[in-house]
């Protein structure tokens, strides 16, 4: 999911707005002791000063992070903000997934969301007033029971001291500051003053996923509970006709059979006695209205909406004229296929359901729209639901969706008993929602100097957003990114988009539609610089006078990667694009000895403003660049009659470890800007810089992905 701002109008974002005052976000207590995860309750001594953090009368210290950790960094990152202004050692600190709740409402995105590369910038503020508020409440009850003003003390190492030599733990303290109000708006530090934030210190994540007592979703196990696997309609948005389970029903193990809301489930003692006894029942499906859809149908679905105009996105002098006018003009179609998710766990939820109450341990990027869904699928109100976030092996978005959610619950309700359902990876990548396909129309014009005059894009694809935020509509603002914000210094600008729903569910995808309109955006800068005949680094930067930011990423990216000095049989393609208050540039170098694509290297300069973690942003840029690789090169799902023909890893190819390039990455750490977000952006430049240099190697223009089906080269 992307973009910075999301100006929808939900009861549920005002609700909590209206509590935070101003977009301040601090709480004395968390939103229902029912609420609290389980280790939270019967705490022996201690206290919470908010809802972020909680100290033991031990001295131990935790805190709640409110975004799911997918692999990302946010259960290091976010820690790291608020122990910089509480004062604590930052090697103490525990760290607890936050129950669902109005206060860890992401306000850049509405909701309590971890998506859109948003978690740091949601919490740069909010996380370091929360510890700063929560040192000033532990200072004020050192003070009070010293008797002494508290200008007299000061926080130091997870203590309080005070001028006369005595000091008391936060945990001595915890229990009588939780009782004190917050200050509203305690001074912060100032950034030379930061110890913590800024430094690459080790990830708190990390043991626990060394040694193994990492929990994910799969690893749940609760007493008594069963296993469910799910039958699907084979095409997608089918529904059940009817089924006979009556063979199933006879197989080892197997408990219950039911119809779900989104299938037939299969209830067993264990997980492959479920799977085998699902093969087994007998359904009959209604196809529905995609019984004949297919590839080509979305395609020429998406180039008959184009004929359309569409809505303005962007509008900057008189294109339409401009375009006729230059002394040359070209024109372009490039296209974009349906992407699957590939996380690399499965989806799976466990649900325990009782008469009072619902406790659900699922890997959810939406912990309030999970809470819904199953308060929905049990007959039960959302707040007698309690979400357990488990560590997720892999979000890129898909786990936006609650897809997963509801059979579990409705089989643990119907038999009683924890239920966990799994679904294989076939029912993942058969029943994914997947990246929207696009149909992009693109035109330049050159003057006779060969100054680029007019662009005009022409984006048509479904819209994701109208489907999970139903209220939005015109342009959807999650459709038009990198095209939008088109950096060039250029008169005539248009960006115009069109709907066009293909019939199935689509979903956000890491870089969402920055991947698939900076590819178009960046691709066609590098034929308009051709046609000028200009060096495309050139071109490029003669167009930046106004943009510093983008013009420093990519020069610093053209010399770190020496650009147009490349070996013998070595040819560079570059691309440019801001996005999630990140800008970046890179650079690929290839080879194409007997025909065969060989990437060797790549190259990214980022500027995504402070750093909290250096070690994170880099090993997310290079995360970033590997999951964009794989898409550029192989990605792609088709559809015959309604069915989805990928299954499985060696259908849905992925890239391998001995086929990373060297990925080198410069973060300019200077930077006096906020923080950026970074765990998407980097994937959306792989696909031109690539193509671009396949155009300097062969003179072949890549206008359609995946690589491996242009018949270009080999991949």
């Known amino acids: 999911m992307s973009a910075r701002h999301l100006d929808l109008t939900r009861r549920g974002f005002l609700r909590a707005s209206a509590t935070m005052g101003g977009g301040l976000i601090i709480a004395l207590t968390l939103p229902g002791c029912d609420s609290k995860p389980a280790g939270l309750h019967g705490a022996a001594a201690g206290g919470q000063p908010n809802a972020w953090l909680k100290i033991a009368g031990d001295d131990s210290i935790t805190v709640l992070v409110d975004r799911s950790e997918m692999g990302q960094g946010v259960y290091t990152a976010l820690p790291m903000l608020l122990a910089e202004e509480l004062e604590i050692p930052f090697e103490r600190i525990k760290v607890e997934s936050a129950p669902a709740g109005d206060v860890y409402i992401n306000k850049l995105l509405g909701g309590q969301v971890t998506g859109g590369s948003t978690s740091v910038q949601d919490a740069w503020v909010k996380l370091r007033t929360a510890g700063a508020q929560a040192r000033h409440m532990l200072i004020a009850a050192a003070a009070q029971a010293w008797g002494v003003d508290a200008?007299?003390?000061?926080?130091?190492?997870?203590?309080?001291?005070?001028?006369?030599?005595?000091?008391?733990?936060?945990?001595?303290?915890?229990?009588?500051?939780?009782?004190?109000?917050?200050p509203k708006d305690p001074k912060l530090k100032g950034y030379g003053e930061f110890k913590i934030v800024g430094q690459p210190l080790a990830r708190l994540d990390t043991p626990g996923k060394v040694d193994g007592s990492a929990q994910y979703g799969l690893d749940v196990k609760l007493p008594g509970m069963l296993y469910a696997a799910l039958a699907q309609s084979p095409v997608l948005g089918g529904k059940v006709k009817s089924f006979d389970a009556g063979a199933a029903e006879k197989m080892p193990g197997v408990v219950k059979v039911l119809g779900t809301s989104t299938g037939v489930a299969v209830v067993a003692e264990h997980f492959w006695q479920a799977r085998q006894a699902r093969d087994a029942v007998k359904i009959e499906?209604?196809?529905?209205?995609?019984?004949?859809?297919?590839?080509?149908?979305?395609?020429?679905?998406?180039?008959?909406?184009?004929?359309?105009?569409?809505?303005s996105a962007l509008a900057r002098g008189e294109v339409a004229a401009a375009l006729k006018s230059g002394a040359k003009s070209l024109n372009a179609v490039y296209e974009l296929p349906l992407l699957a998710h590939a996380t690399l766990e499965p989806q799976n939820c466990t649900a325990d359901v009782k008469v009072d109450g619902c406790d659900v341990y699922v890997g959810t990027q939406v912990q309030g729209?999970?809470?819904?869904?199953?308060?929905?699928?049990?007959g039960l109100k959302p707040q007698q639901v309690r979400v357990h976030t488990q560590f997720l092996g892999g979000g890129f978005g898909r786990r936006l969706d609650i897809d997963y959610v509801p059979a579990a619950v409705e089989a643990s309700k119907a038999v009683g008993k924890p239920v966990k359902v799994i679904w294989t990876r076939e029912d993942d990548t058969t029943h994914d929602t997947y990246?929207?396909?696009?149909?992009?129309?693109?035109?330049?014009?050159?003057?006779?100097?060969g100054k680029l005059t007019a662009w005009s894009f022409h984006i048509t694809s479904p819209s994701i957003t109208a489907r999970v935020f139903?209220?939005?509509?015109?342009v959807d603002p999650f459709a038009v990114e990198a095209a939008a914000n088109?950096?060039?210094?250029?008169?005539?600008?248009?960006?115009?988009?069109?709907?066009?729903?293909?019939?199935?569910?689509?979903?956000?995808?890491?870089?969402?539609?920055?991947?698939?309109?900076?590819?178009?955006?960046?691709?066609?800068?590098d034929e308009l610089a051709?046609?000028?005949?200009?060096?495309?680094?050139?071109?490029?930067?003669?167009?930046?006078?106004?943009?510093?930011?983008?013009?420093?990423?990519?020069e610093e990216a053209a010399r770190r990667a020496g650009w147009g000095k490349a070996d013998k049989g070595r040819y560079q393609g570059i691309a440019l694009m801001d996005g999630y208050g990140t800008h970046l540039a890179q650079v690929a170098e290839i080879s194409t000895d007997g025909g065969r694509l060989k990437i060797h290297k790549i190259v990214c300069v980022v500027d995504c403003g402070r750093l909290v973690n250096p070690r994170i942003v880099d090993s997310q840029i290079v995360s970033s660049i590997v999951f964009g690789l794989t898409s550029t090169l192989w990605g792609e799902i088709t559809i015959v009659d309604g069915k989805v023909q990928q299954g499985n890893f060696h259908q849905y190819r992925m890239l391998r470890a001995n086929e990373v390039p060297e990925i080198l990455v410069h973060v300019l750490e200077e930077s006096e800007e906020e923080?950026?977000?970074?765990?998407?952006?980097?994937?959306?430049?792989?696909?031109?810089?690539?193509?671009?240099?396949?155009?300097?190697?062969?003179?072949?223009?890549?206008?359609?992905?995946?690589?491996?089906?242009?018949?270009?080269?080999?991949?």
């Open 530 to 554: 051709h046609a000028a005949g200009q060096d495309p680094y050139a071109f490029r930067i003669g167009l930046l006078s106004n943009k510093p930011r983008h013009k420093r990423v990519l």
């Open 369 to 378: 729209v999970a809470q819904a869904v199953a308060a929905k699928a049990c």
């Open 435 to 449: 990246r929207p396909p696009a149909y992009h129309e693109v035109a330049g014009a050159l003057d006779a100097k």
């Open 675 to 715: 923080p950026g977000g970074i765990g998407e952006p980097a994937t959306a430049l792989v696909a031109p810089a690539v193509c671009n240099a396949i155009f300097a190697a062969t003179g072949r223009r890549i206008r359609a992905l995946p690589i491996a089906t242009q018949k270009v080269l080999t991949v």
């Open 285 to 311: 499906w209604d196809s529905g209205p995609n019984a004949k859809l297919s590839n080509a149908s979305i395609r020429a679905q998406l180039k008959k909406a184009a004929a359309n105009k569409g809505l």
């Open 486 to 525: 088109y950096p060039y210094d250029v008169p005539n600008v248009a960006v115009n988009y069109t709907r066009q729903e293909i019939g199935i569910d689509v979903g956000y995808m890491r870089s969402v539609s920055h991947a698939l309109n900076c590819f178009v955006a960046e691709s066609f800068m």
């Open 151 to 182: 200008s007299q003390c000061r926080a130091h190492n997870g203590t309080v001291v005070n001028a006369h030599g005595k000091s008391l733990t936060y945990g001595e303290l915890a229990e009588a500051a939780a009782k004190l109000p917050a």
């Open 470 to 474: 139903p209220p939005v509509q015109g």
